[in-house]
């Protein structure tokens, strides 16, 4: 059974940080290229950044310079550290497992980020 499970969500407010943590289970990790999404109330959901098994990464536009995106292999883990937050950030924050060659991805339950003063 696969399992991802998010944490490290919160409240916080406009210029601080944020690290999430995305802790995966029942695959095997090191082959799975590995996402954060968010989605906003009333908004689609969209793509804040990957990382390949090798340790490629990508990221939205808007994030970059902002956003670190980073996995840990033998803890089968993820990680997004987030700084300078906006009040735009504010957003479910979405785990993704995915293999390169395709196929079904594997989500998270999701964990809030608010920023607000």
């Known amino acids: 059974q696969v399992q991802l499970v998010e944490s490290g969500g919160g409240l916080v407010q406009p210029g601080g940080s944020l690290r999430l943590s995305c802790a995966a289970s029942?695959?095997?990790?090191?082959?799975?290229?590995m996402g954060w999404y968010r989605q906003a109330p009333g908004k689609q959901r969209e793509l804040v950044a990957g990382i390949t098994g090798g340790g490629t990464t990508n990221y939205a536009d808007s994030m970059k310079g902002r956003f670190t995106i980073s996995r840990d292999n033998a803890k089968d883990t993820v990680y997004l550290q987030m700084n300078s937050l906006k009040p735009e950030d504010t957003a479910v924050y979405y785990c993704n497992a995915a293999l390169p060659r395709g196929g079904n991805p594997y989500w998270g339950q999701g964990t809030q980020v608010t920023v607000s003063s």
């Open positions: 029942g695959i095997i990790f090191s082959f799975y290229t």
